[in-house]
T-cell receptor
Framework: DAGVTQSPTHLIKTRGQHVTLRCSPI?????VSWYQQVLGQGPQFIFQ???????GRGNFPDRFSARQFPNYSSELNVNALLLGDSALYLC????????????FGPGTRLTVL | AQSVTQPDIHITVSEGASLELRCNYS??????LFWYVQSPGQGLQLLLK??????LVQGIKGFEAEFKRSQSSFNLRKPSVHWSDAAEYFC??????????????FGKGTHLIIQP
């Protein structure tokens, strides 16, 4: 069975641009969460979606947005990119919104120049 | 606010020796506690989790962790490490209730180095 998949693997953008990152959860999982991991730090929670609705949001600016589709896949959008947005963006899926195990994808490495 | 402290940024252990990675948490309610491992360039793999019940939990790859409520700790242990255990280890805490709206809170990680 496929695990959590994310695309693209790597991405290079310049300041001020917009980026869209994609995530497909494990089949049957209805909840998707997004995390930002800056080099040398632990992941930081950005969003959680369940059944296409936002169920939680971390302390990130409004430049960050996300959505979940009927097939439970998800997109993370970041507008007006800053150098500080350079990070590994991790997607995690779980069966429900409660803390069953969260399964993480390999991440998308975003570099902002 | 919930928080996780991993006091050791780096730990070096000889292959075959025992390992203990420390984790202290701050959380107002009954926590979910997790240990994840991350190899270079990879995502996070769940090693083990604690929700309730027996305070000593067994995980994959021979790891175990003990929940001590009085010390707000959830230390990870392994009796004999292998070179393949070299990686970054993260402790995380999440809410026990079904809300899940706050996401997991991670520590800054402990980098494990294995000496031959």
């Amino acid at each position: 069975d496929a695990g959590v998949t994310q695309s693209p693997t790597h991405l290079i953008k310049t300041r001020g641009q917009h980026v869209t990152l994609r995530c497909s959860p494990i089949s049957g999982h209805k909840s998707v969460s997004w995390y930002q991991q800056v080099l040398g730090q632990g992941p930081q929670f950005i969003f959680q979606y369940y059944e296409k609705e936002e169920r939680g949001r971390g302390n990130f600016p409004d430049r960050f947005s996300a959505r979940q589709f009927p097939n439970y896949s998800s997109e993370l959008n970041v507008n007006a990119l800053l150098l500080g947005d350079s990070a590994l963006y991790l997607c995690a899926s779980s069966l429900e919104v409660a803390y069953n195990e969260q399964f993480f994808g390999p991440g998308t490495r975003l570099t902002v120049l | 606010a919930q928080s996780v402290t991993q006091p050791d940024i780096h730990i070096t252990v000889s292959e075959g020796a025992s390992l203990e990675l420390r984790c202290n948490y701050s959380y107002g309610a009954t926590p979910y506690l997790f240990w994840y491992v991350q190899s270079p360039g990879q995502g996070l793999q769940l090693l083990l989790k604690y929700f309730s019940g027996d305070t000593l939990v067994q995980g994959i790859k021979g790891f175990e962790a003990e929940f001590k409520r009085s010390q707000s700790s959830f230390n990870l242990r392994k009796p004999s490490v292998h070179w393949s255990d070299a990686a970054e280890y993260f402790c995380a805490v999440g809410p026990y209730s079904g809300g899940g709206a706050d996401g997991l809170t991670f520590g800054k990680g402990t980098h494990l180095i294995i000496q031959p």
